[in-house]
């Protein structure tokens, strides 16, 4: 069982414009989550469970709805939640330890999950979210309507044996955070979700010496996305610099438990 142990303290805050004047207006809730993603594995006919900390950072008690939804990632990046179950969907496996939970503020609270797959289970990710909202609306000065919020926190689960396979399927230039950004192309044809990770280096058009990171974005099964490779210093991974292009780029990307990803490219606008 993996599990990722970085914690994520979210202030959830849903913006609403008002139609009349264009500003806008926020509410908010603030609630410490850890982890923000789980990664998990277990057999057939086998359960795994696991805890989400919750701490409520306001004075006042804090009440929330608990569920579980399935998601999409789209093309852009972002996520579509679903209450409705999706085709193939592992949700029924799923048991929550509650769906309503008043939190003090201080010490975290341990909410509990579990996912059993059925015995006859074939080799495949489990992928679902669990979502926490407030049970009451939130309001803000100046907005005519209450405003909800919520957090999802992803879950995946290898269901038996199964691994992603990463392969690059191309390059490009494209525009990231408004600068000219080195990207690849990377296609997973396995049946599990993967992310790159590691350094490379590369070269730039003034012989600068670089050290390109990939992002984080997973690569589910059966997708083609691309992967941002950001620049900076080396030896300085919290400084990102602007590439001069062209730009030739070597190395090789780890992911999954062993697999690799040789890289030999020159990006040229």
């Known amino acids: 069982m993996m599990r990722r142990s970085a914690l994520a303290v979210v202030a959830v805050v849903v913006a609403f414009f008002l139609l009349t004047g264009g500003r806008p207006a926020q509410a908010q809730f603030s609630l410490a989550v850890s982890p923000p993603r789980f990664e998990l594995s277990t057999r057939p006919g086998e359960r795994v469970r696991d805890v989400i900390e919750l701490t409520h950072r306001e004075s006042a ?10 998601w ?27 769906r309503e939970l008043s939190i003090t503020s ?6 509990r999950f579990e996912v059993t ?15 926490i909202e407030g049970k009451e609306a939130a309001t803000a000065p100046g907005v005519p309507v209450a405003l909800g919020a919520r957090i999802g926190v992803i879950v ?12 690059l399927a191309g390059s490009a230039i494209q525009t990231v955070d408004g600068r000219p950004t080195p990207v690849i192309r990377v296609r997973n044809t396995g049946n599990a979700h993967g992310r790159l990770a590691g350094f ?4 730039d058009a003034s012989g600068t010496a670089l050290e390109l990171q990939p992002g984080t974005t997973p690569i589910l099964p059966g997708e083609t996305r691309e992967i941002a490779l950001l620049a ?10 602007a590439v001069r292009f062209p730009i030739t780029i070597k190395g090789k990307l780890e992911w999954g438990r062993s697999g690799s ?5 020159r990006f040229a606008p």
């Open 156 to 167: 995946y689960v290898a269901v038996g044996d199964v691994a992603p396979v990463l392969e």
């Open 72 to 98: 999409i990632f789209k093309p852009d990046a972002s996520v579509e939640f679903s209450d409705e179950l999706l085709p193939g969907s592992c949700r029924p496996w799923v048991a929550i330890e509650r």
């Open 106 to 111: 201080g010490r975290p609270y341990r909410f």
């Open 261 to 265: 990803m040789p890289i030999d490219q």
């Open 61 to 70: 008690t804090g009440s929330y709805k608990l569920k579980t939804a399935d």
């Open 232 to 241: 900076n210093k080396p030896g300085d991974t919290e400084t990102s610099v």
């Open 117 to 131: 797959p059925p015995p006859d289970t074939p080799p495949v990710e489990c992928r679902f979210a669990v979502m």
């Open 200 to 203: 490379l280096s590369g070269t």
